[in-house]
């Protein structure tokens, strides 16, 4: 097993980010004036996945980036939920949703699993 040396090391944090780009791309086909509204809070939910899993990293306590995984988690649920609404006001199709679906329940595993791994025994 590789080293882990940073954050970026991660594999939770490698697949949060691919989250990421993809709802870019795929918000980017998104109606313009929901630019301020629904692909906003997608794109703030979908970035703040990996940029809070780096924070915790960076923090001295365990405690603390256990705290930061579980917001992560939050974040995570929170673009679930935003996809779903999407899908249904007519925003995004099944066929765009389905696969982000599936890529956050992933990134949402190995969230746990850290989280637990990191937990006192």
């Known amino acids: 097993m590789a080293k882990i040396e940073s954050y ?3 594999i939770v944090w490698q697949q949060a980010m691919d989250l990421a780009v993809s709802i870019y791309e795929v918000t980017r086909a998104w109606p313009k004036d929901e630019i301020y509204g629904m692909t906003g ?3 703030r939910a979908a970035t ?3 940029a809070n899993i780096a924070e915790g990293y960076g923090r001295k306590s365990r405690a603390s980036y256990q705290q ?3 917001i ?4 995570l649920k929170e673009l ?3 996809l779903m609404i999407a899908h249904r006001v ?3 199709s099944h066929e765009a949703v389905e696969p982000l679906m599936n890529r956050s329940e992933s990134v949402g595993t190995l ?3 850290l989280i637990r791994k990191l937990s006192p025994e």
């Not at 992560?72 to 974040?75: E, T």
């Open 48 to 50: 703040s996945v990996p």
């Open 41 to 43: 809070q997608v794109r």
């Open 111 to 113: 969230l746990r699993l």
């Open 80 to 82: 679930e939920t935003h």
């Open 90 to 92: 007519g925003i995004a």
């Open 72 to 75: 992560a988690q939050g974040s």
């Open 68 to 70: 930061f995984l579980r």
């Open 8 to 10: 970026r090391d991660l």
